[in-house]
């Protein structure tokens, strides 16, 4: 038999300007707030993959290793979700690498799961589109469903039972020539996982419903900000975003607290460069310690040096607005 890939892919991963925090229906994966992210170029997974009729069992290897069970079975989940699709049965050889910067701190499972459902769609011969793609890759991760596409995407708000939630590209990579400069402020992988933080929010946080409520029109003043190139009304509304949704996860039982010293020694140095300097720079966090700072391309060197130079920062790193998943 042949040792051939049938598909490789490339997706990169993305941040969000307006947050995503919260679900309306866990099992169906849907998000109970639009979110607005920028794809970000150079944060990259590659993944092969081959279907194998002579296995017994989709093989799964990520970073070089075998996948643990609870890796695999997402990966799984995913192969399923195709093979259902395309009226196919073989299982398949799947080999993924998250080739990220170490600094990064940014989530894996967004480049992963995008780069996934386009390698399977190619390798079970299904020809979905970029909207069924995203659907698929949505149920994995929600923050997967815009990484197929490149630019400024939006994935909208889900409705319990609507199973085909997909993002919508809003503007292509060329819009604006923006970049993130994300400051490391912690090593190691976060304590409190995005699903289970996001759980504990909606059942026990007293601002959770306030944030799903006030959620849409700060992600209307991002969109609008965004069609506008208008950096200083995106950036203080994607700070509140980002401020309202770490309320949330601060203020469940019991509170979660992402940030680190050095997450709001970053954010000081944000507000000093903004407040002191004049630069239009906007700070950031996801569910981890790293602020990740949004500014013109024209500044991210002294915003970089910046946070370089901030107490308890490890490493820093810049990424412009990047491509969609592509395949080969
Ligand atoms: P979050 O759960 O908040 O998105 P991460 O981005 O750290 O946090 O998600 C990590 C998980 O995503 C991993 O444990 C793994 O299950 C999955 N994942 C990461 N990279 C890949 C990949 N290249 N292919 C398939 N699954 C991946």
């Not at 042949?2 to 994966?29: E, F, M, P, Q, T």
């Not at 639009?34 to 194998?52: A, N, Q, W, Y």
């Not at 769609?121 to 069924?132: M, T």
Request: proline share 5%; net charge positive; charged share 25%.
């Amino acid at each position: 038999m042949s040792r051939k890939w049938h598909s490789v892919s490339k997706a990169c991963a993305n941040i969000a300007l307006a947050k995503y925090w919260g679900k309306v229906d866990v099992l169906l994966n849907l998000p109970a707030v639009p979110s607005i992210s920028m794809t970000l170029d150079g944060l990259v997974t590659e993944t092969k993959l081959r279907v194998d009729p002579s296995l017994d069992t989709d093989v799964v290897e990520l970073d070089g290793r075998v996948a643990t069970p609870a890796e695999a079975k997402r990966v799984v989940a995913l192969l399923d979700d195709i093979r259902r699709r395309a009226k196919r049965k073989e299982f398949a050889h799947v080999v993924s690498a998250n080739r990220f910067p170490t600094a990064a701190g940014l989530a894996s499972s967004a480049s992963g799961f995008a780069a996934l459902a386009a390698a399977a769609d190619r390798g079970y011969q299904l020809g979905a589109s970029e909207r069924v793609l995203s659907a698929v890759a949505r149920q994995a991760s929600a923050s997967a469903a815009r990484s197929i596409y490149g630019g400024f995407v939006e994935l909208p708000a889900g409705k319990p039972g609507k199973k085909s939630l997909a993002a919508k590209p809003i503007a292509p990579a060329d819009h604006w020539d923006l970049r993130i400069v994300v400051a490391q402020a912690a090593k190691g992988p976060k304590k409190v996982g995005s699903t289970e933080g996001m759980e504990r929010s909606r059942h026990t946080s007293p601002f959770y419903d306030a944030w799903v409520e006030k959620a849409p029109a700060i992600t209307k003043t991002i969109r609008t900000a965004l069609k506008k190139r208008d950096l200083d009304t995106l950036g203080a509304a994607m700070e509140q975003s980002t401020m309202a949704f770490h309320s949330c996860a601060m203020t469940a039982s019991p509170g979660i607290l992402y940030w680190q010293p050095a997450t709001i020694a970053a954010l000081h140095t944000v507000r000093a460069l903004r407040d002191d300097r004049g630069i239009s720079v906007w700070a950031t966090m996801d569910a981890g310690p790293h602020v990740k700072a949004l500014c013109h391309a024209d500044d991210a060197r002294k915003v970089r040096r910046a946070l370089r130079e901030t107490p308890g920062v490890l490493e820093t790193l810049v990424a412009a607005p990047g491509p969609g998943v592509s395949v080969r």
